[in-house]
């Protein structure tokens, strides 16, 4: 009999957080939810200190394409709150690019962010959640994997797709140890990221996505956290689709 809990409610009280890329839309909605769910999260990125106005809410710059970094935060967390929880993997970044027209230059920018992003972070943290017995690892995959792009170019669509299927091997592997992994594949979120291409080929909501508008950061936030939280304690190796019903599998 696996000694793992059976679900409970969505609830992350007493529980620390890491959260990547987490000035970005969906990043500072997970990060403000988790907080508000009851967790003690340490939101990082890249870019400077957001402010944000709580007390169960610690900001770490934090480099996600660099290992080194990636083992320091970690173990730096793990000696500071004794354990880490949840690892949630929101950093990313676009390319709108076609297959023609992108260069090596943007390939490897895009990969080392989307991909390397991921697994660096992952691969240290996969030990010490293995050690506690528990842990959850929700990355953000997109449904431009899934569909061949939306209005994202083919390097996008190729790191996100080798995020799916690492999770996928990361929640095989760790299933036995209670390392639980997952993905979260949005559809059109209003964020800046998304902003930044909605010029081009957008999808317009009312033609493309049944319920009618475009994704917010919280309709994300609020997946992650059951995710991460014990609601979602029979659940791992998951791709959890949010985007409107724009895809139905």
Request: charged residues 20%.
């Amino acid at each position: 009999m696996s000694h793992l809990p059976v679900s409970g409610p969505a609830r992350m009280d007493g529980k620390v957080a890491l959260v990547t890329g987490a000035t970005g839309g969906i990043g500072k909605a997970t990060v403000l939810t988790l907080a508000e769910a009851g967790a003690t999260v340490i939101a990082t990125d890249i870019a400077g200190d957001p402010q944000f106005e709580s007390n169960k809410i610690v900001y770490r710059t934090y480099d996600v394409t660099s290992r080194d970094e990636s083992r320091s935060i970690i173990s730096e967390t793990k000696k500071q709150y004794g354990s880490i929880d949840a690892l949630v993997l929101c950093a990313g970044t676009i390319s709108h690019k076609h297959l023609t027209d992108s260069t090596d230059e943007e390939w490897r920018s895009i990969l080392d962010v989307n991909l390397m992003g991921v697994v660096n972070p992952v691969r240290e943290i996969f030990p010490v959640m293995a050690e506690q017995g528990m842990g959850k690892i929700v990355a953000l995959g997109s449904i431009a994997s899934k569909i061949g792009g939306v209005a994202s170019g083919p390097s996008y669509v190729a790191a996100k797709s080798a995020v799916h299927g690492l999770m996928k091997w990361v929640a095989k592997a760790g299933a036995d140890k209670g390392v639980y992994a997952s993905v979260i594949a949005p559809g059109p979120v209003e964020t800046p990221m998304w902003e930044s291409v909605t010029q081009r080929t957008a999808p317009s909501p009312n033609g493309n996505v049944p319920l009618g508008r475009y994704g917010q950061p919280e309709d994300i936030a609020q997946a992650i956290l059951f995710l991460c939280s014990p609601a979602s304690n029979w659940i791992t190796g998951t791709v959890l689709d949010v985007n409107g019903g724009m895809l139905m599998d």
